[in-house]
């Protein structure tokens, strides 16, 4: 069964510093990785997607890695902003030829940057 | 980027009546949408997978005479929760899918749904 792990379930850090957010997958085959931003009442926003062949990827403080051999990525946020308090949520796509959802959703981490 | 819109955003309405969200893709076509369901603090659960033309695909638990799915366009889906009540309250979020783009899913904004 395809699974997607996150952790830390919840967050919290002050404005400035740095954070780590981790997730693992058991999901084969393997087609992509993307890391989604969820506002509270909001629909997700794409903030990075990687194949099997990229192991790191930017978009602005956000730095996104990703380890095939261990099933492993991370989302490391720079220098947070309050404006960064959100979930953030793993999403694996696996390959399928077939019409229909391939995407395998973790339970997100819910992150609160304090003043 | 493609876009997804979701219509409402939000509605309140009372125990047994029947509630239509519309979603649609602005700038693509889309032969593939899915219907999503999130409660409080917790991650998008699947309902259903609507294709043009034909009829949703239901995950299992969801009941498919409750959750009325249509998709009579490429831009436009509709999930219809008939004779809602207090335990539907949730947020409903719409995805489409790009034709022959079979891992890429549109995320619209949502829609919070509170039957009283």
Known sequence: KNQVEQSPQSLIILEGKNCTLQCNYTVSPFSNLRWYKQDTGRGPVSLTIMTFSENTKSNGRYTATLDADTKQSSLHITASQLSDSASYICVVSAVNNNAGNMLTFGGGTRLMVKP | ?116
């Open chain 2, 1 to 116: 980027g493609a876009v997804v819109s979701q219509h409402p955003s939000w509605v309140i309405c009372k125990s047994g009546t029947s509630v239509k969200i519309e979603c649609r893709s602005l700038d693509f076509q889309a032969t593939t949408m899915f219907w999503y369901r999130q409660f409080p603090k917790q991650s998008l659960m699947l309902m259903a997978t609507s294709n043009e033309g034909s009829k949703a695909t239901y995950e299992q638990g969801v009941e498919k005479d409750k959750f009325l799915i249509n998709h009579a366009s490429l831009t436009l889906s509709t999930l219809t929760v008939t004779s809602a009540h207090p335990e539907d309250s949730s947020f409903y979020i719409c995805s489409a899918q790009s034709p022959g783009v079979t891992d890429t899913q549109y995320f619209g904004p949502g829609t919070r749904l509170t039957v009283l």
